[in-house]
């Protein structure tokens, strides 16, 4: 088995048949960002392996921040609340326009770019 | 010829005869490369925005990433196509929202959403908010004394735009060369199809690991083909196939190995013919489809490229047997992505300095030849 296969995040675009397999969550976020950006098309979360559920048992954005928060030094990743809302039924796209809606209430902020943190 | 030692690299052959020498390795996998070429390659030449066919309405638009420049192409109220860099000429925001061709945008004008700057669809400043027609929060300027913003002073920063067919095409340089001039023999044989009665139907977007001109170098030779697209080669007579070569385009000629009814073509010729037009965009008319395909093949950064493949048929509607000609094509494309990252992986370990390249390979050597100029210019 190759280290490909073993990645924990696959995201797959299933009118492109195309996917992207990485270690790092976040690099999903981008796939996303530049395969939106030329067809419109959400991609969506054929694995993640986060091992976090014991911990998160909110489906609210701003709650699964703030569950997940003292996990990550400096904010979580964009990719992991993504894989999270993913179980919860959001498209990446979906849970990226939310995650913008509860920033410019003030209920989220971003210690990093693509990383956030509850307030 | 092969070099295994950096310092023994030389520039891209002037001809293939003798020591065939391709583009050194370094090109390929220096991180810093990919900047040079944002300037050099893609701020130099015509470079594939999309398809007028796309944008058919006044008022219609989508963007597109060319150079690091975003640029906003958008059909004006008399008709004809205009591009814009995406930026306000106030302050320099983004204005639009990232819209692919494939899902255009429809707007009566250019609104900035930072402070309500607002263009018409020629790109001239049409309106800004009263907040910069007066003074008010400033103790030290009178009303009277606010400057004027005269609309063309004021315009956003249009880009060149010029056709081949329903073929949209940019340059970012201030006097580029004319678009006939790069296009040379390409232009002409492609208007005299007609390629503007054929629809959008699908579009494919692949990421690759692998440099783009490694991509681009596959696409233009088929010395591999006869190991790596058995399916496909099946119906093609490769050496009744003729590999063309011109100034800033090729074209791959292959003859097919049974007739194809002319319906199943829009060239005359009983051929597959791929165009390769520098620096980075291909027209693939494949001879057995009653319509026509395109890629770009756009650099994310030195090791990833995006391969954007669209597909025009007669109906943007695709039938079962175009589903299946297309299945096809990415079959193509999922058998070339293997052998281009496969190549990659050896690339980009540094091992060898610089490749070189066979006498069929001409193709690969015009390629390689146009990018160590624009390096060097």
Redesign the interface.
């Known amino acids: 088995m190759s280290t490909q296969d073993q990645a924990p995040y696959v995201a797959v675009?299933p009118?492109?048949?195309?996917d992207?397999r990485t270690e790092t969550p976040n690099e999903i976020v981008e796939?996303y960002r530049?395969?939106?950006?030329?067809?419109?098309?959400d991609v969506e979360f054929e694995r993640a392996q986060m091992g976090l559920d014991e911990d998160v048992t909110s489906g609210d954005i701003k709650d699964v921040v703030w569950q997940l928060q003292d996990r990550y030094e400096n904010g979580v990743p964009v990719g992991v609340i993504a894989a999270v809302m993913s179980d919860r039924g959001l498209s990446i796209g979906e849970t990226l326009d939310e995650i913008h809606e509860v920033r410019m209430t003030g209920g989220l902020y971003e210690p990093q770019d693509d990383h956030l943190g509850a307030f | 010829m092969t070099q295994w030692d950096e310092s023994q690299t030389q520039a891209v052959s002037s001809d293939i005869t003798e020591k065939s020498n391709a583009l050194p390795a370094k090109y390929f996998t220096d991180p810093e490369v990919l900047e040079i070429e944002k300037e050099k390659v893609f701020g130099q030449y015509w470079v594939y925005a999309g398809h007028a066919n796309c944008i058919k309405e006044a008022g219609q638009y989508f963007?597109r990433?060319i150079g690091g420049r975003q640029l906003i192409i958008v059909r004006g109220h008399d008709g004809d196509i205009k591009a814009f860099d995406n930026v306000c000429a106030h302050r320099g925001s983004k204005m639009v929202e990232?819209t692919?061709m494939?899902?255009p945008g429809d707007a009566k004008r250019i609104k900035c959403p930072y402070h309500l700057w607002t263009y018409d669809l020629e790109g001239e400043l049409k309106s800004t908010p009263k907040s910069f027609d007066e003074a008010s929060l400033n103790p030290d300027l009178e009303d009277e004394e606010v400057q004027e913003y005269d609309a063309e002073e004021n315009s956003l920063n249009d880009v060149h735009v010029d056709t081949i067919g329903p073929l949209l095409f940019v340059n970012l340089r201030e006097n580029p060369m004319p678009l006939a001039e790069q296009a040379g023999v390409m232009k002409d044989r492609l208007e005299a199809l007609p390629l503007e009665e054929y629809e959008h139907a699908t579009?494919?977007?692949?990421?690759v690991e692998c440099n783009w001109k490694v991509f681009a170098s596959n696409y233009s030779e088929c010395d591999h083909c006869q190991a790596n697209h058995q399916d496909w080669i099946k119906g093609i007579s490769l050496n009744e196939s003729e590999l063309e070569v011109n100034d800033y385009h090729w074209v791959l000629h292959y003859t097919h190995a049974e007739d194809v009814d002319d319906e199943m073509r829009i060239h005359d010729e009983h051929e597959a013919q791929f165009h390769y037009f520098w620096p980075n965009f291909t027209v693939n008319m494949y001879g057995t489809a009653d319509g026509y395909g395109t890629y770009i093949i756009d650099p994310?950064d030195t090791d990833r490229f995006?391969l954007?493949a669209d597909y025009y048929f007669r109906d943007s509607e695709l039938s079962e047997e175009e589903r299946e000609f297309v299945r096809t094509s990415?079959q193509l494309q999922e058998e070339d992505f293997e052998l281009v990252e496969r190549q990659w992986e050896g690339l980009k370990t540094g091992a060898l300095a610089q490749a070189q390249l066979g006498p069929n390979e001409h193709t690969v050597h015009r390629f390689h030849q146009l990018a160590q100029e624009a390096y060097d210019s």
């Open positions: 675009c009118e492109c048949d195309v992207l796939f530049r395969h939106y950006r030329v067809t419109g098309h | 963007t990433t990232d692919p494939t899902d579009r494919i977007v692949s990421e994310i995006q954007i990415r």
